[in-house]
C-alpha cells in the first residue's frame, strides 16, 4: 500500500537510476571493494572502486539487489564521486547523510545538491532512509577496508 507522496518519490527516483543503473557491473581492478546489507529492506549493493593517484576515486562501479531507492541512490553516487577524491566524496556522503535525515545540508555544493534533492523525499519514510543510505555506508567502508578479498 502506498500514499501519494510515496509514489512520487518512487516515481523521481526510479525514473532514471532505477531503469538504467549507472556503473552497473563487476570493475576489473578495483583496488576497493566493499559490501553491504540493509536487513530492514533486503537491500544488498556491492561497491568497487579503483582509486588511483592523489586518492582519486578513478572509476567506480556497483552491483546489487533491492528495492528502487537503494539500488537508485547506488547508480546515482557512481555517477557524483566518480572522478573525485576520497576527501570530497566522504564530504558529499557527510552532507547526503544530513539531506536525507532532514537536516542541514548546506555543506553541498549547488551542481550536487540538484541530483541529491531528488532523495531528500525519503527524509518522510524513517524506514528508507536507510535504503538510500545503504551505498554511501558501502562506499565509506570499501574505502577503509582497503583490499579486496583476492578474486582466484
Ligand atoms: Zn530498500
Known sequence: MMDESLRELYQEVILDHSRHPRHFGVLAD???????HNP???????VYLHVGAGDKID?????????AISQASASMMTDLVKGRSIAEAEKLMGGFLHLVKGEDASA????DREHLDVMAGVQAFPMRVK??????HTMKS??????PAKSE
Open 30 to 36: 578495483a583496488n576497493h571493494v566493499g559490501e553491504g
Open 40 to 46: 530492514l529492506c533486503g537491500d544488498r549493493v556491492k
Open 59 to 67: 572509476d567506480i562501479s556497483f552491483e546489487g539487489k533491492g528495492c
Open 108 to 111: 553541498i555544493g549547488a551542481d
Open 131 to 136: 535504503c538510500a543510505t545503504l551505498a554511501w
Open 142 to 147: 570499501a574505502l577503509e577496508g582497503g583490499n
